[in-house]
């Protein structure tokens, strides 16, 4: 193996900063514009999400939220979704809140294929969730 397969084959991997204990964040981002959320039946259900610039006066804004993947103890990868530059998202007319992990299906098809772009992520289904596993 010379030096430069073995530098194209170093850049394959995925690239995680810790968050916390037992969390690790990808750095790739994308813009998120809604979500799919479980209701109380497990139907999922697309919600509007943008980035909340004011807490006290939570309204939509023109910024969308972005993504990234997520990677807990277990090896199980999701999608974080959080405001621009570390601010609240807005999701439907619920709530506001910091970040929110969900599945890969939750976000749109054009945002999925960014995020797994280049990425060798093996994907399983728990149910009607489908998150990922690194190969």
């Given at each position: 193996m010379d030096m430069?397969?073995y530098?194209?084959?170093?850049?394959k991997?995925?690239?995680?900063?810790?968050?916390s204990?037992?969390?690790?964040?990808?750095?790739?981002?994308v813009e998120i514009?809604?979500?799919?959320?479980p209701?109380d039946l497990?139907?999922l259900k697309?919600?509007?999400?943008?980035t909340?610039?004011?807490?006290?006066?939570?309204?939509?804004?023109?910024?969308?939220?972005?993504?990234?993947l997520?990677?807990?103890?277990?090896?199980?990868?999701?999608v974080m979704?959080?405001?621009k530059?570390?601010?609240n998202i807005?999701?439907?007319?619920y709530?506001?809140?910091?970040?929110i992990?969900?599945a890969?299906?939750?976000?749109?098809k054009?945002?999925r294929k960014?995020?797994?772009k280049?990425?060798?992520i093996?994907?399983?289904?728990?149910?009607?969730?489908i998150?990922?596993?690194?190969?």
């Amino acid at each position: 193996m010379d030096m430069i397969e073995y530098i194209s084959n170093l850049e394959k991997f995925m690239q995680w900063k810790i968050l916390s204990k037992n969390l690790l964040v990808g750095a790739e981002t994308v813009e998120i514009r809604s979500v799919c959320i479980p209701d109380d039946l497990g139907n999922l259900k697309r919600h509007r999400v943008t980035t909340c610039w004011n807490i006290e006066k939570p309204v939509f804004s023109k910024t969308p939220a972005t993504g990234r993947l997520i990677k807990d103890d277990s090896g199980r990868i999701g999608v974080m979704v959080s405001g621009k530059h570390g601010v609240n998202i807005k999701i439907g007319k619920y709530f506001c809140v910091p970040y929110i992990f969900v599945a890969i299906n939750s976000i749109s098809k054009k945002a999925r294929k960014q995020i797994l772009k280049d990425v060798q992520i093996e994907l399983f289904s728990e149910g009607n969730l489908i998150f990922g596993r690194e190969k």
